[in-house]
């Protein structure tokens, strides 16, 4: 069994930045995918990010490319978003969700292994 624990998620301006992570426990996550899920208020969660184990594949949504950047440190057995330029929009509930699946899922299903997320509000 894997628990994952979010942290990072703070009140922040227009244009702000954050840096969220995800410490996982129970078992090493060295060798799953991992990924960043958001859910804004009345809205379905969305797929962020996500990052193969080696790091061979990464995968942004398109709304977040060259904002935010995800990166892994598989020694801590840690996983980060670095979030730049925020916009009012970024206002979610960010998840931390690992696979088992080696390759950048983009679906819900995919991940077998969720947090219980921190949240985010950029105010504008």
């Known amino acids: 069994q894997v628990q994952l624990v979010e942290s990072g998620g703070e009140l922040v301006q227009t244009g702000g930045s954050l840096r969220l992570s995800c410490a996982a426990s129970g078992r090493s996550v060295s060798r799953f995918t991992m990924a960043w899920i958001r859910q804004g208020i009345g809205k379905e969660r969305e797929f962020v990010a996500a990052?193969?184990?080696?790091?061979?594949?990464?995968a942004y949504t398109d709304s977040v490319k060259g904002r935010f950047t995800i990166s892994r440190d598989n020694a801590k057995n840690t996983v980060y978003l670095q979030m730049n330029s925020l916009k009012p929009e970024d206002t979610a509930v960010y998840y931390c969700?690992?696979?088992?699946?080696?390759?950048?899922?983009?679906?819900?299903?995919?991940?077998?292994?969720w947090g219980q997320g921190t949240q985010v509000t950029v105010s504008s």
């Open positions: 990052i193969t184990w080696n790091e061979d594949s990464i």
């Open positions: 969700a690992a696979s088992f699946l080696p390759y950048t899922i983009q679906t819900m299903g995919g991940y077998q292994f």
